[in-house]
């Protein structure tokens, strides 16, 4: 069968004994391929022979490991083809057998097969001579025929068939051609004496020399071999034996002597001294590992015997007189090389990534270990060892492992695992070899953002710039990547009807929480909204916290006057008889401030008067009083400027004018308090007068009483209206422009009056003490 057929024939056997469940391939394929094969030449379809479906190709995503033979293959689609040109020579050197391993690694789930690939031998190299030109010395008479005269082997980097197979001679009826077969296939062309050689006729003889490879293409190399006639020395040296067998230990120290030889030559003098030498066509390997000394026969060791390299050598010794001509006599020794336990386990693992996820279910596998020791027997058996207190162990067949998990993970505990695997063989003594393999754990959406506070307060002043900062949240989240990006926002909802994000803003990247309006500490004192803090992670997660902004309030109020109510057009009117006495109330300025605390403390103060010292106001209940009897000098009208003002920073004030009529004391002056209270016996008018007070009051309170249901009853939220109404100003919360006045109902005589605004106007009426009030129309 010539090689192409061969290669056929090879390229589809696959020997595939049985899959185990957590991934090996207790079995090898094994494949052949031609060396020389150009790149892209299909070696075989791998998912076909290890029973993987063409739809599940994709997913399996089948890829070479990283020994380095795998550089000459690639896996395409589930074909293995060879990626780049192979020379067996470089390779494998003379060895008969050229095998490249191979670990096909697939992947959902996690599986690894090994491979054997079979280079085979192409007719690529012709055979060679070292030396272009033979010499033989032959003495005359004394060379009978059928004597035989060693000739230089050719040499043929190539294997088997393509080596060299066969030796011929150009014709000549001196010499032919022997050639017999060594041991190890190696041939050995010999040059037979067919008849007696006579100097005299012909000193020389030329001869060509060719040898011829087995390929399919035979090649040849050629030399010349000349034959020299001579007569001189006619005994050759002689061993004591053809064959030397010889069993060494590796490792053996460099020098030492493994066998002396001893030749013996018949001859006297110069023709009996013998010299050693390796024959020529000793293959490099031996003579690299085991010198010769020609004087006294000794082989030492000069290189290092390694058990794993080679397990066996044969040198050809021969050993040559100085007689002219000089004669050799040959032996062989074979030595055989017994293992040691000199070569500790090598690890090979295996790994698509370096990161398992935190939430990876036990018995997850997360890489191949392959153990391997170039010691033989006991001495090549290896157990492996996994580090403690790690939540990995391993699962073995023979010298293959798989690494899987045995314990749950956290990544937020540990984030990385480093891993010491310890293998040791059964030698005696054990060596050992360990590697430490890092594992990274990769991060799942499984914590949910915390917060730095539970609760968080911010204060701002009212009448704040629209974009004001009021305060930052903050939460962390203890996975890593996308897990911990937080983004914040604000939990949708009402407040006083508004949706909260007409209130606030949050920054979604910092937890910046700004104000989106000015706030009016008037309509509302605290803001509660909830901040919500979300991962990026799939699924998010998120928390929230309660935030509650406080509105403080600055003095952006002036003091209004309840009373006198006046305009610009109407000055408030006062009458007082000229018979008033030290401490006559002329009237009371009632106001008020919006504000709260300090900024709404009320003072009162005469701005400006026209009077000489006749009238004087209490600072705190505003109070105007006479503090003299009323003279003839004095005018009968006077006019009063009083100043209201808050305690706030800076203060605001509010004046108001109050005419005085001073008049004489006539029947149907109207009365003060005091006098009603002091007047036992009331007069006609008083009585008229109390009357006519008392069915104004009731009008009023019944008039009150109906526009503030009218009110109630339009309005949805009954309770914050109709209750605010009797409420001092700090529990109003209405919005701006819809101001809700206080009534005030200090006293039983009063007078109502309508105005071109809308409202109602109460003005005190003959009783001090009164309060007065306006009431808006509905």
């Known amino acids: 069968m010539d090689t192409r057929s061969s290669l056929n024939a090879c390229k589809w056997q696959v020997i595939l004994f049985f899959i185990c469940r957590w991934g090996w391939v207790s079995g090898q394929l094994r494949y052949s391929i031609a060396e020389e094969s150009e790149p892209g030449t299909l070696i075989g379809n791998v998912a076909q022979d290890l029973g993987i479906n063409l739809a599940d190709i994709n997913k399996r995503q089948l890829s070479l490991g990283s020994e380095g033979s795998s550089r000459f293959f690639a896996v395409e689609k589930g074909f293995l083809t060879v990626k780049e040109r192979i020379d067996r020579e470089s390779l494998c050197g003379s060895s008969s057998s050229c095998l490249l391993y191979l670990e096909i690694i697939a992947e959902n789930p996690l599986e690894l097969f090994s491979l054997e690939i079979d280079i085979l031998d192409v007719n690529d190299n012709s055979p060679t001579f070292l030396n272009f030109n033979q010499v033989i010395t032959i003495l005359e008479l004394l060379a009978s025929p059928g004597k035989i005269f060693h000739l230089e082997t050719a040499q043929d980097q190539d294997v088997g068939t393509n080596g060299v197979t066969k030796y011929s001679l150009n014709p000549t009826p001196y010499f032919s051609l022997s050639v017999k077969n060594r041991k190890d296939g190696t041939l050995i062309p010999e040059l037979v004496l067919e008849k007696n050689l006579d100097r005299e006729e012909k000193k020389e003889h030329k001869l060509i020399l060719t040898a011829s490879d087995g390929g399919e293409n035979p090649q040849t190399g050629s030399c010349e071999v000349t034959v020299i006639v001579q007569d001189v020395n006619d005994n050759a040296p002689v061993f004591d034996q053809p064959t030397y067998k010889i069993s060494l230990l590796e490792n053996l120290p460099l020098n030492t002597v493994i066998i002396k030889l001893n030749a013996t030559d018949l001859d006297e003098g110069s023709n009996g001294e013998v010299q050693y030498s390796f024959v020529q066509h000793t293959l490099d390997k031996a003579t690299n590992i085991f010198d010769l000394n020609p004087q006294t026969g000794e082989i030492l060791v000069k290189g290092n015997i390694d058990f794993e390299k080679s397990r066996f050598y044969e040198l050809n010794i021969k050993a040559t007189d100085k007689g002219v001509p000089k004669l050799e006599g040959r ?188 706030f009016d500490y008037e309509q509302i004192q605290v803001l509660q909204i909830t901040a919500r803090a979300e991962d990026a992670g799939f699924p998010k997660l998120l928390s929230n916290v309660s935030v509650f902004i406080f509105i403080m309030d600055a003095n952006d109020n002036a003091p209004t006057v309840l009373y006198p109510q006046y305009s610009r057009e109407l000055i408030a009117q006062e009458s007082i008889p000229k018979s008033a006495s030290v401490g006559y109330l002329v009237t009371k300025v009632s106001a008020v401030d919006q504000d709260s605390g300090h900024n709404a403390l009320l003072a009162y103060n005469l701005f400006e008067s026209t009077s000489n010292n006749l009238f004087e106001i209490s600072g705190y209940t505003g109070e105007i009083k006479t503090v003299r009897d009323i003279h003839e000098a004095d005018n009968n009208e006077q006019k009063l400027i009083v100043l209201v003002t808050d305690h706030g920073d800076p203060s605001l004030s509010t004046t108001v004018t109050i005419h005085v009529n001073i008049i004489d004391n006539i029947v149907n002056e109207r009365p003060k308090s005091q006098d009603v209270l002091t007047n036992s016996k009331p007069t006609p008018d008083i009585t008229l007068y109390l009357i006519i007070s008392l069915v104004a009051i009731s009008l009023v309170s019944l008039v009150t009483f109906v526009i503030l249901l009218v009110r109630c009853l339009k309005r949805d939220n009954y309770d914050s209206s109709c209750g605010s109404c009797f409420s001092n100003k700090s529990q109003s919360k209405q919005y701006a422009g819809e101001y809700q006045p206080t009534l005030f109902l200090n006293t039983w005589n009063l007078k109502i009056h309508g105005s071109e605004d809308g409202t109602y106007r109460t003005s005190r009426a003959m009783l001090p003490g009164l309060f007065p009030y306006s009431i808006r129309k509905q």
Not at 447 to 464: D, G, M, Q, W
């Open 331 to 518: 032996c062989l020794i074979q030595i055989e090389v017994q293992d040691v336990n000199d070569n500790t386990p090598e690890f090979f693992f295996t790994s698509k990534t370096n990161e398992v996820p935190e939430n990876a279910p036990l018995g997850t596998v997360v890489g191949f270990i392959s153990v391997r020791d170039k010691d033989s027997g006991r001495n090549g058996e290896v157990k492996l060892d996994v580090s403690p207190n790690v939540p990995f162990k391993c699962q073995s067949f023979k010298n293959r492992y798989s690494l899987v998990t045995s314990g749950y993970l956290d990544r937020e505990k540990v984030s990385q695992y480093t891993i010491k695997l310890t293998a040791s063989d059964f030698g005696s003594p054990p060596l050992y070899n360990y590697t430490v393999v890092i594992l990274n754990i990769s991060d799942v959406n499984d914590n949910h953002p915390t917060f730095l506070h539970s609760v968080y307060n911010a204060f701002i002043k009212e009448n704040n710039e629209p974009g004001s900062l009021l305060c930052t949240v903050s939460a962390t989240d203890p996975d890593e990547g996308a897990n911990s990006d937080v983004s914040y926002s604000i939990v949708e909802s009402q407040i006083d009807g508004s949706a909260v994000s007409s209130f606030v803003y949050i920054n979604a990247q910092n937890g910046n929480i700004y104000s989106q309006r000015a």
